[in-house]
């Protein structure tokens, strides 16, 4: 067996043809393309196949992927892969870097060194920050839960990592009453409980209200949120951070995708203050349009990270880089700096503020185009996100389940106080107004349908 060129080839002919067909076919698979799948749930051959074999078999079920990678998928804040991203993801596939220390890759710790500089940079934290890349934001936001619980108990005189949490002072959480469910979980894995938190009540947008904020104090962790996964709303980070400085508290942000804003002028004032936190939790593979999967965590003072992370085994030889085994939960990952360093240096900073401003400006349009056909969107827009009802609760499903069985675009279903809504994400590079356009001529066809 070998790898030959004809192999790599193929694979690569192959995904310019998928790329190509994202344009023109429908976002979500049908049920057809999905059934079809079954035809590959076979016992374990006794005897292997060919790679080429293999890879066309694979092809022919390229029907049954959801087209999150084209132009028109506005689920889940789901960014679509930039072309240099692929195309080094494609090479750096091939290098198989193993980024667990510089004795297993140079080239891997050294590229997320630069990127995650450069996003440190990009999303306007202080200097002295560092971080690492995560799988994604629901492990960033543990590593940053981890990194105040050490600095937190370290504090109190309690060495965490060696003693555990039982028997060891308490910390108090506070959250607002719109985090994200990620966070909740990541609280569940950190220890401190999901349940076991104080909830700050949050306005008709979902931002926390500095003013029902709690008297916090030095054990006291603050979560707080950039971008609302329903709304897009951010919470009021420099009251919010001022509040904690004053009172010795630390500060962790979700910032998944709204910490974006921050890479464009135009929409920087939407996160003023989330550089006075301690900890930032951020998606790649959302609006940095890298593939899945890819989050970062920042640490204004790294040493926390390490103190919840490092790692000690004879075995483990040191190099003369900063480790990341040491400030991540894992040890062995793919080389996720590569392909975020490859994004970067194709958009530049002018191209990140362009493709983070289009996507709101998408959103904008989208918003506009609905309530002239009647509709009512429900969230400011002030982002990236539309929260539209369609009529009342009965009518709002029923329009969400026919237009993601239209095919011309995929948007999920969210609640947003009390109301059903259907949830529209823009984050892809790949989306032009003119898809928003297209989008909107579903809508009107669908509920035209609907009515009939
Ligand atoms: C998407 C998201 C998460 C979870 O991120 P994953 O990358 O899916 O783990 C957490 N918080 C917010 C605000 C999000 O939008």
Same mark, same amino acid.
């Given at each position: ?5 004809? +192999? ?11 790329? !190509? ?5 429908? $976002? ?31 092809? #022919?079920?390229?029907?049954?992927? $959801? !087209? ?21 993801? @494609? ?11 510089? $004795? ?10 630069? #990127? ?13 920050? /560092? ?7 629901? @492990? ?12 937190? +108990? ?10 555990? %949490? ?22 569940? @894995? ?20 500095? /003013?029902? %904020?709690?008297?916090?104090?030095? =054990? ?8 609302? $996964? ?32 921050? #890479?464009?002028?135009?929409? =920087?004032?939407?996160? #003023? ?32 990270? *390490? ?28 080389? =996720? ?38 509709? !009512? ?45 259907? =949830? ?19 809508? *009107? ?8």
């Amino acid at each position: 067996m070998s790898i030959s060129p004809e +192999l790599l080839q193929e694979a690569a002919a192959l995904a310019a043809r998928y790329l !190509a067909s994202l344009e023109d076919r429908r $976002v979500f698979p049908d049920a057809q393309a999905i059934a079809a799948l079954d035809a590959l749930n076979i016992p374990l051959p006794a005897d292997g196949q060919s790679p080429l074999d293999v890879l066309r078999q694979l092809n #022919a079920h390229a029907g049954a992927s $959801v !087209a999150s990678a084209g132009p028109r998928y506005f689920g889940f804040v789901t960014g679509g892969t930039l072309p240099a991203a692929l195309a080094a993801s @494609m090479l750096s596939a091939a290098w198989d870097q193993n980024t667990f220390s510089s $004795v297993n890759s140079p080239v891997g710790v050294r590229m997320e060194r630069i #990127a995650i500089g450069w996003l440190r940079a990009a999303l306007g934290l202080p200097e002295g920050t /560092d971080g690492a890349f995560v799988t994604g934001a629901t @492990m960033a936001n543990f590593s940053g839960l981890l990194a105040a619980r050490h600095a937190l +108990l370290a504090r109190q005189g309690w060495d965490v990592e060696a003693r555990g %949490l039982f028997g060891a002072p308490g910390i108090r959480v506070v959250v607002g009453g719109e985090a994200h469910s990620s966070l909740f979980k990541a609280l569940g @894995m950190a220890g401190f409980g999901r349940e076991r938190v104080e909830r700050v009540s949050v306005d008709g947008q979902g931002r926390m209200r500095a /003013d029902q %904020l709690p008297p916090l104090d030095e =054990r006291t962790l603050l979560c707080i949120q950039s971008g609302n $996964v329903n709304t897009g709303a951010f919470d009021p980070a420099a009251e919010l951070c001022a509040a904690a400085r004053a009172a010795g508290a630390w500060v962790h942000v979700d910032g998944a995708f709204g910490i974006w804003a921050t #890479a464009s002028p135009a929409l =920087r004032h939407l996160t #003023a203050g989330v550089e006075l936190a301690d900890s930032w939790a951020t998606d790649g593979h959302k609006w940095l349009n890298v593939s899945y999967d890819c989050g970062a965590i920042f640490v204004r003072q790294p040493e926390h990270l *390490a103190g919840a992370f490092a790692q000690q085994a004879a075995y483990l030889l040191r190099g003369e880089d900063r480790e990341p085994y040491d400030f991540t939960p894992e040890a062995s990952r793919r080389a =996720r700096g590569i392909e975020a360093w490859a994004a970067l240096l194709s958009l530049g900073q002018s191209g990140l503020a362009d493709l983070i401003e289009r996507n709101c400006a998408q959103a904008r349009r989208m918003a506009a185009g609905l309530q002239a056909q009647g509709f !009512a969107v429900l969230n400011e827009v002030v982002l990236n996100q539309v929260l539209v009802s369609f009529g009342d609760d009965d009518f709002t499903t029923r329009m969400i389940a026919a237009l993601q069985a239209e095919g011309t675009f995929w948007a999920g279903s969210s609640q947003w106080q009390g109301r059903s809504a259907m =949830r529209i994400s823009f984050s892809s590079w790949r989306t032009t107004l003119a898809d928003v356009d297209r989008c909107l001529e579903a809508v *009107a066809r669908v509920s035209a349908r609907l009515n009939a």
